[in-house]
């Protein structure tokens, strides 16, 4: 009898517990986290952008102006940005920032050949 309570509850509980486990509310419902991340290059001109601390700020504005006198262009139509900070080419070497994606208040990248890792930059001081 005490064996036949006890698999029955054993039963109980598993039941219960599967229950739980499937109407279990989706911790990613409501927000982005699925969903691909595509870079759209359009969304990147006309801002400004900053990391979070400060390091970096890209001012990438429309007819391939960087900041207030340097130059940007894409390699190769990529996804890799040349910037030439003074708009000469030869004084300051240009710098190459590989874009991963982009949305209408945030984006990704990082500098080419640093080492670093992918920097998120948001178009609002943090």
């Known amino acids: 009898m005490k064996q036949q309570k006890l698999t029955t ?11 739980l486990y499937s109407c279990k509310k989706d911790d990613n419902s409501g927000d982005n986290n699925n969903t691909t991340k595509t870079l759209d290059k359009a969304k990147l001109v006309g801002k400004k952008w900053y990391n979070e601390s400060g390091t970096y700020t890209h001012d990438i504005r429309a007819n391939n102006v960087y900041s207030s006198g340097g130059t940007w262009q894409w390699k190769n139509n990529s996804d890799t940005m040349i910037v030439d900070l003074d708009g000469s080419g030869s004084v300051h070497p240009s710098i190459e920032w590989k874009f991963f994606w982009s949305s209408d208040h945030e984006m990704a990248c990082r500098q080419v050949g640093t080492g670093t890792s992918e920097i998120l930059f948001k178009d609002q001081p943090w």
Do not use: E, R, V
Request: hydrophobic share 75%; net charge neutral.
């Open 9 to 19: 509850l054993i039963l109980f509980l598993a039941s219960a517990m599967t229950c």
